[in-house]
Protein backbone atom coordinates (compact mmCIF):
# COMPACT_ATOMS: atom_id res chain seq x y z
CA UNK A 1 0.00 0.00 0.00
CA UNK A 2 1.54 3.21 -0.73
CA UNK A 3 2.15 5.77 1.88
CA UNK A 4 2.18 9.82 1.35
CA UNK A 5 5.96 9.33 2.25
CA UNK A 6 6.68 7.03 -0.31
CA UNK A 7 4.36 9.13 -3.42
CA UNK A 8 6.30 12.81 -2.14
CA UNK A 9 9.58 10.64 -2.42
CA UNK A 10 8.38 8.98 -5.74
CA UNK A 11 7.37 12.93 -7.03
CA UNK A 12 10.29 14.45 -6.15
CA UNK A 13 12.56 11.56 -7.43
CA UNK A 14 11.22 12.20 -10.82
CA UNK A 15 10.71 15.58 -10.82
CA UNK A 16 14.51 16.06 -10.40
CA UNK A 17 15.59 13.86 -12.92
CA UNK A 18 16.50 10.38 -10.96
CA UNK A 19 16.19 7.11 -11.46
CA UNK A 20 15.34 4.94 -8.37
CA UNK A 21 19.62 3.45 -9.17
CA UNK A 22 21.10 7.14 -9.05
CA UNK A 23 18.86 7.83 -5.73
CA UNK A 24 20.62 4.57 -4.09
CA UNK A 25 23.55 5.07 -5.42
CA UNK A 26 23.59 8.91 -3.74
CA UNK A 27 22.31 7.21 -0.64
CA UNK A 28 24.75 4.15 -0.26
CA UNK A 29 21.53 1.36 -0.80
CA UNK A 30 20.35 -0.75 -3.12
CA UNK A 31 17.60 0.44 -5.87
CA UNK A 32 15.45 -2.50 -4.14
CA UNK A 33 15.33 -0.32 -1.06
CA UNK A 34 14.46 2.77 -2.95
CA UNK A 35 11.59 1.32 -4.71
CA UNK A 36 10.30 0.05 -1.19
CA UNK A 37 10.82 3.39 0.42
CA UNK A 38 8.33 4.66 -2.25
CA UNK A 39 5.40 1.62 -1.92
CA UNK A 40 5.35 0.94 1.73
CA UNK A 41 8.38 0.69 3.69
CA UNK A 42 10.37 3.75 5.50
CA UNK A 43 14.04 3.99 5.27
CA UNK A 44 16.13 3.82 8.87
CA UNK A 45 15.66 6.54 11.16
CA UNK A 46 20.13 7.90 10.70
CA UNK A 47 19.23 7.43 6.87
CA UNK A 48 16.09 10.71 6.79
CA UNK A 49 18.42 13.26 7.00
CA UNK A 50 20.71 12.41 4.17
CA UNK A 51 17.89 11.51 2.27
CA UNK A 52 16.28 14.88 2.70
CA UNK A 53 19.96 16.38 2.28
CA UNK A 54 20.21 14.83 -1.39
CA UNK A 55 17.05 16.00 -2.32
CA UNK A 56 17.14 19.48 -1.09
CA UNK A 57 14.20 19.34 0.20
CA UNK A 58 13.07 19.12 4.09
CA UNK A 59 11.47 16.31 6.20
CA UNK A 60 8.34 17.83 6.57
CA UNK A 61 7.87 17.97 2.57
CA UNK A 62 9.06 14.34 2.37
CA UNK A 63 6.25 13.19 4.54
CA UNK A 64 3.48 15.63 3.61
CA UNK A 65 3.60 17.47 6.72
CA UNK A 66 3.85 20.85 4.51
CA UNK A 67 3.62 21.18 0.94
CA UNK A 68 6.42 21.28 -1.71
CA UNK A 69 8.94 23.96 -1.04
CA UNK A 70 8.98 26.43 -3.94
CA UNK A 71 12.04 25.85 -5.91
CA UNK A 72 15.54 27.25 -5.52
CA UNK A 73 17.00 29.99 -8.35
CA UNK A 74 20.28 28.90 -8.69
CA UNK A 75 21.48 32.11 -10.42
CA UNK A 76 19.33 34.77 -7.54
CA UNK A 77 20.94 32.29 -4.92
CA UNK A 78 24.34 33.11 -6.50
CA UNK A 79 23.92 36.63 -7.15
CA UNK A 80 22.12 37.04 -3.24
CA UNK A 81 25.13 35.91 -1.88
CA UNK A 82 27.75 37.84 -3.48
CA UNK A 83 26.14 40.91 -2.79
CA UNK A 84 25.83 39.64 0.81
CA UNK A 85 29.52 39.43 0.79
CA UNK A 86 31.98 42.22 2.02
CA UNK A 87 33.43 43.09 -1.08
CA UNK A 88 37.13 42.14 0.14
CA UNK A 89 36.09 38.93 0.53
CA UNK A 90 33.65 38.48 -3.35
CA UNK A 91 37.08 37.55 -5.03
CA UNK A 92 37.15 34.22 -2.97
CA UNK A 93 33.64 33.69 -2.94
CA UNK A 94 33.46 33.77 -6.92
CA UNK A 95 36.86 32.22 -7.16
CA UNK A 96 35.25 29.09 -5.05
CA UNK A 97 31.82 28.80 -7.23
CA UNK A 98 33.74 28.69 -10.11
CA UNK A 99 36.08 25.83 -9.59
CA UNK A 100 33.50 24.03 -7.56
CA UNK A 101 31.39 24.63 -11.18
CA UNK A 102 34.65 23.44 -12.72
CA UNK A 103 34.75 20.25 -10.36
CA UNK A 104 31.07 19.27 -11.13
CA UNK A 105 32.07 18.10 -14.33
CA UNK A 106 34.09 14.94 -12.67
CA UNK A 107 31.29 12.46 -11.79
CA UNK A 108 34.02 11.14 -9.19
CA UNK A 109 33.74 14.76 -7.81
CA UNK A 110 32.83 14.86 -3.95
CA UNK A 111 29.56 16.90 -2.81
CA UNK A 112 32.30 19.02 -0.53
CA UNK A 113 34.37 20.72 -3.33
CA UNK A 114 36.97 23.59 -2.12
CA UNK A 115 40.55 25.02 -3.79
CA UNK A 116 43.26 23.04 -2.03
CA UNK A 117 44.94 25.35 0.02
CA UNK A 118 48.74 25.44 1.06
CA UNK A 119 49.73 24.20 -2.04
CA UNK A 120 53.49 23.81 -2.69
CA UNK A 121 53.83 23.43 -6.23
CA UNK A 122 52.39 25.32 -9.26
CA UNK A 123 48.81 23.93 -9.20
CA UNK A 124 46.17 24.48 -12.02
CA UNK A 125 42.55 23.02 -12.40
CA UNK A 126 41.93 21.88 -15.95
CA UNK A 127 38.28 21.08 -18.53
CA UNK A 128 37.97 20.27 -21.52
CA UNK A 129 35.42 18.71 -23.18
CA UNK A 130 34.64 19.52 -26.86
CA UNK A 131 32.04 22.36 -26.04
CA UNK A 132 33.96 23.97 -22.83
CA UNK A 133 37.03 24.74 -21.82
CA UNK A 134 38.37 25.72 -18.41
CA UNK A 135 41.41 26.77 -16.71
CA UNK A 136 42.12 27.84 -13.30
CA UNK A 137 45.16 28.42 -11.24
CA UNK A 138 44.65 27.60 -7.56
CA UNK A 139 48.08 29.30 -6.18
CA UNK A 140 47.07 31.90 -3.74
CA UNK A 141 50.24 34.21 -4.78
CA UNK A 142 47.87 34.49 -7.91
CA UNK A 143 44.49 32.89 -8.58
CA UNK A 144 42.44 33.55 -11.61
CA UNK A 145 39.70 31.06 -13.65
CA UNK A 146 38.64 31.04 -17.48
CA UNK A 147 35.90 29.55 -19.24
CA UNK A 148 35.27 29.70 -23.23
CA UNK A 149 32.42 27.98 -24.83
CA UNK A 150 33.10 26.38 -27.60
CA UNK A 151 30.72 27.61 -30.49
CA UNK A 152 29.91 25.11 -33.01
CA UNK A 153 31.73 26.14 -35.88
CA UNK A 154 35.14 26.12 -33.85
CA UNK A 155 36.65 29.35 -31.93
CA UNK A 156 38.52 30.10 -35.34
CA UNK A 157 35.05 31.31 -36.20
CA UNK A 158 35.51 34.30 -33.95
CA UNK A 159 40.01 34.03 -33.67
CA UNK A 160 41.25 34.31 -37.25
CA UNK A 161 44.58 34.80 -38.80
CA UNK A 162 45.04 38.84 -39.19
CA UNK A 163 47.40 41.24 -39.38
CA UNK A 164 46.53 43.37 -36.22
CA UNK A 165 46.67 39.84 -34.28
CA UNK A 166 50.28 39.32 -35.71
CA UNK A 167 50.89 42.85 -34.81
CA UNK A 168 49.91 42.24 -31.68
CA UNK A 169 52.53 39.23 -30.96
CA UNK A 170 54.84 41.08 -32.67
CA UNK A 171 54.75 44.09 -30.05
CA UNK A 172 54.65 41.73 -27.40
CA UNK A 173 57.61 39.77 -28.50
CA UNK A 174 59.79 43.09 -27.54
CA UNK A 175 61.59 43.44 -24.26
CA UNK A 176 60.87 47.22 -24.29
CA UNK A 177 56.97 47.17 -25.10
CA UNK A 178 56.48 44.60 -22.00
CA UNK A 179 58.46 47.17 -20.13
CA UNK A 180 56.60 49.82 -20.91
CA UNK A 181 52.98 47.91 -20.36
CA UNK A 182 54.44 47.16 -17.03
CA UNK A 183 55.09 50.83 -16.27
CA UNK A 184 51.65 51.71 -17.78
CA UNK A 185 49.58 48.81 -15.51
CA UNK A 186 51.48 49.89 -12.44
CA UNK A 187 50.10 53.46 -12.11
CA UNK A 188 47.01 54.69 -10.90
CA UNK A 189 43.40 55.60 -12.65
CA UNK A 190 43.53 58.63 -14.95
CA UNK A 191 47.37 59.04 -13.76
CA UNK A 192 48.77 60.47 -17.42
CA UNK A 193 52.29 60.57 -18.96
CA UNK A 194 54.03 62.31 -21.43
CA UNK A 195 56.46 59.95 -24.01
CA UNK A 196 58.90 61.85 -22.93
CA UNK A 197 58.31 60.89 -18.93
CA UNK A 198 58.26 57.31 -19.66
CA UNK A 199 61.53 57.27 -21.88
CA UNK A 200 62.88 58.79 -18.73
CA UNK A 201 61.44 56.39 -15.97
CA UNK A 202 62.66 53.42 -17.96
CA UNK A 203 65.60 54.21 -19.81
CA UNK A 204 63.94 53.99 -23.39
CA UNK A 205 64.83 55.96 -26.30
CA UNK A 206 62.17 58.50 -26.60
CA UNK A 207 61.78 57.26 -30.57
CA UNK A 208 61.06 53.99 -29.28
CA UNK A 209 58.74 55.09 -26.68
CA UNK A 210 56.89 57.09 -29.08
CA UNK A 211 56.36 53.68 -31.95
CA UNK A 212 55.00 51.27 -28.92
CA UNK A 213 52.80 54.07 -27.68
CA UNK A 214 51.40 54.41 -30.59
CA UNK A 215 50.51 50.76 -31.23
CA UNK A 216 49.17 50.27 -28.40
CA UNK A 217 46.89 53.72 -28.91
CA UNK A 218 45.57 52.36 -31.97
CA UNK A 219 44.70 49.18 -30.25
CA UNK A 220 42.95 50.75 -27.19
CA UNK A 221 45.30 50.06 -24.89
CA UNK A 222 45.89 53.52 -23.87
CA UNK A 223 44.19 56.92 -24.69
CA UNK A 224 45.25 60.58 -26.01
CA UNK A 225 44.53 63.77 -24.74
CA UNK A 226 46.39 66.79 -25.76
CA UNK A 227 47.59 69.11 -22.70
CA UNK A 228 48.57 72.81 -23.33
CA UNK A 229 51.97 73.24 -21.52
CA UNK A 230 53.78 76.34 -21.75
CA UNK A 231 51.67 77.58 -24.48
CA UNK A 232 52.55 74.83 -26.74
CA UNK A 233 50.35 71.51 -27.19
CA UNK A 234 51.11 68.52 -25.40
CA UNK A 235 50.54 65.13 -26.24
CA UNK A 236 49.73 63.11 -22.87
CA UNK A 237 48.47 59.25 -22.36
CA UNK A 238 46.41 57.31 -20.07
CA UNK A 239 46.47 53.64 -19.73
CA UNK A 240 43.00 51.80 -20.55
CA UNK A 241 43.86 48.81 -17.45
CA UNK A 242 43.00 46.53 -20.75
CA UNK A 243 41.74 43.19 -19.28
CA UNK A 244 42.61 40.98 -22.34
CA UNK A 245 46.24 42.42 -22.46
CA UNK A 246 46.32 41.96 -18.79
CA UNK A 247 45.06 38.35 -18.98
CA UNK A 248 47.21 37.33 -22.23
CA UNK A 249 50.34 38.01 -19.93
CA UNK A 250 49.45 36.23 -17.18
CA UNK A 251 48.48 33.10 -19.11
CA UNK A 252 51.69 33.80 -21.08
CA UNK A 253 53.46 32.94 -17.80
CA UNK A 254 51.22 29.74 -17.72
CA UNK A 255 52.16 28.48 -20.81
CA UNK A 256 55.96 29.36 -20.55
CA UNK A 257 55.78 27.25 -16.73
CA UNK A 258 54.05 24.16 -18.38
CA UNK A 259 51.35 23.25 -16.52
CA UNK A 260 52.25 19.93 -14.78
CA UNK A 261 50.15 19.70 -12.01
CA UNK A 262 46.34 19.99 -11.86
CA UNK A 263 43.65 19.18 -9.47
CA UNK A 264 41.03 18.17 -11.10
CA UNK A 265 42.48 17.54 -14.87
CA UNK A 266 39.32 16.70 -16.78
CA UNK A 267 39.75 15.27 -20.05
CA UNK A 268 36.68 15.16 -21.73
CA UNK A 269 37.14 16.33 -24.92
CA UNK A 270 36.65 14.02 -28.64
CA UNK A 271 38.68 16.91 -30.77
CA UNK A 272 40.18 20.27 -30.62
CA UNK A 273 38.55 23.64 -30.45
CA UNK A 274 39.47 24.91 -33.89
CA UNK A 275 37.49 23.80 -37.04
CA UNK A 276 38.95 22.16 -40.10
CA UNK A 277 37.29 24.70 -42.76
CA UNK A 278 39.31 23.04 -45.76
CA UNK A 279 37.85 21.08 -48.11
CA UNK A 280 39.76 17.80 -47.60
CA UNK A 281 38.83 15.11 -45.68
CA UNK A 282 40.84 14.44 -42.97
CA UNK A 283 39.06 11.64 -41.46
CA UNK A 284 40.52 9.82 -44.63
CA UNK A 285 43.71 11.49 -44.60
CA UNK A 286 44.36 10.30 -40.78
CA UNK A 287 42.93 6.76 -41.56
CA UNK A 288 45.52 6.46 -45.38
CA UNK A 289 48.23 7.71 -42.74
Known sequence: MNTIFGERLSAIRKKQGLTQEQLAK???????????????????????????????????????????????????SITDEVKQTPAEKRCDLVMNISYAALCAYNDCTSDSTCIPSNLISETYA?????????????????????????????????????????SLF?????????????HLESGKRNYLMTKESISQKLGISVRKVSEIIDKLD??????????????????????????????????????????????????????????NNLSDNSDTDNVNQ
Not at 170 to 181: H, N, P, Q, Y
Not at 227 to 254: N, R
Not at 261 to 272: D, F, M
Request: charged residues 25%.
Open 26 to 76: KMNVSPQAVSKWEKSSYPDGELLPLLAVTLGVSLDVLFGIKDEEPTVNLLQ
Open 126 to 166: ELKTDSELSLARLNEDLQYFCFIKIPENGINSYVDINKRII
Open 170 to 182: RLLSDEDALKIIF
Open 218 to 275: RMGAVWELTAEVDGKPQAIYGYAHSIPLTMMLVLAKSFSNYIKRREPGIELWTKGAFV
